[in-house]
């Protein structure tokens, strides 16, 4: 199996598979993609449904078979997942507020910040107990890390309880004509503006250039995709991909279902290799460089 691991004189970059805890298929597909060193970063969801004790180990052989993989905490405040700390508020019965709820209350300042910090820190202590460690990076489920209000609670929790992790910044590197060409790219570019100043103000590193960011639903060529993602991306960026097999626990806790297969197929292919030999890009190794971050 061709690997994609960094070279001397590369562009290197993230490549980082979301969800993992979701559903044990996709589960298993982040898993193959590491064992074949097609992704170097994955993003563990503790209030994930499939996120025990069998799971956990299953990721932890994975990576030590593979200590080129970083792995990250998926911290999450969005339905219909449930918090971990019983009195958080505001909920959708005993689940998060849906995504636009979420923003909703955050652009218009109306979350309680040492609630969701104590949130985010009972998420991070899970991933330290089930992996002996804090996270190597912090991301966000549905970029809420990115949101008004929550991007403090989310970087002050950071800051304590995994002090030498960077955190995932979604600004884009693009045009502005390209950047308004992608409505979901542009709003998480204006969000990540304000992330990224807290996050200097912390000292928290942040990967410098993001990509990934699509409307799933037009169910487009991951392969098209993928090459506009590549273009312009910097030394030390990051594309965010959500590899999976779809499942019943799947369908029923997520939209995203079938174009997880397809992005799998792709990662998993000849293709996906050449395209990164054509574009002189190789993926970071985790054991070796962390270096490729901005403060």
Same mark, same amino acid.
């Given at each position: 199996m061709t690997s994609v691991s960094a070279a001397g004189g590369q562009r290197r970059i993230w490549l980082c598979a979301d969800d993992y805890g979701m559903s044990p298929g996709v589960n298993r597909a982040i898993r193959e993609l590491i064992a074949m060193r097609r992704i170097n970063a994955t993003s563990v969801m503790m209030v994930g449904p499939a996120i025990d004790r069998a799971e956990i180990d299953a990721l932890k052989v994975t990576v030590s078979e593979n200590p080129g993989c970083a792995i990250g905490l998926h911290a999450t405040m969005t339905a219909p997942f449930q918090p971990m700390t019983m009195h958080f508020r505001p909920t959708d019965g005993s689940a998060f507020l849906p995504l636009g709820a979420m923003l909703r209350n955050a652009l218009l300042r109306r979350l309680d910040r040492d609630m969701?910090?104590?949130? =985010?820190?009972?998420?991070?202590?899970? =991933?330290?107990?089930?992996? #002996?460690?804090?996270?190597?990076?912090?991301? #966000?489920?549905?970029?809420?890390?990115? =949101?008004?209000?929550?991007?403090?609670?989310?970087?002050?929790?950071?800051?304590?309880?995994?002090? @030498?992790?960077?955190?995932?910044?979604?600004?884009?590197?693009?045009?502005?004509? @390209?950047?308004?060409?992608?409505?979901?790219? /542009?709003?998480?570019? /204006?969000?990540?503006?304000?992330?990224?100043?807290?996050?200097?103000?912390? #000292?928290?590193?942040?990967?410098?250039?993001?990509?990934?960011?699509?409307?799933?639903?037009?169910?487009?060529?991951?392969?098209?995709?993928?090459?506009?993602?590549?273009?312009?991306?910097?030394?030390?960026g990051l594309i965010m991909c959500h590899p999976g097999y779809v499942d019943d626990a799947l369908r029923d806790l997520d939209p995203l279902t079938d174009q997880r297969e397809r992005e799998y197929e792709y990662l998993a292919g000849s293709e996906f290799p050449r395209l990164l030999v054509t574009n002189g890009v190789a993926l970071i190794d985790a054991s070796v460089d962390l270096s490729h971050r901005t403060r």
């Open positions: 969701m910090r104590t949130e =985010f820190e009972a998420q991070l202590a899970a =991933f330290a107990l089930a992996f #002996g460690a804090p996270p190597a990076y912090a991301d #966000g489920h549905q970029h809420v890390q990115s =949101f008004p209000q929550v991007r403090d609670a989310f970087l002050d929790a950071v800051k304590q309880a995994a002090p @030498d992790a960077w955190v995932r910044q979604c600004g884009s590197t693009g045009s502005l004509v @390209d950047k308004m060409a992608n409505p979901k790219a /542009a709003l998480l570019d /204006a969000l990540s503006s304000g992330l990224r100043r807290a996050a200097r103000n912390r #000292g928290i590193a942040f990967n410098p250039g993001f990509a990934g960011a699509y409307d799933f639903a037009r169910r487009p060529e991951f392969s098209s995709l993928m090459a506009d993602f590549l273009d312009g991306l910097p030394d030390g």
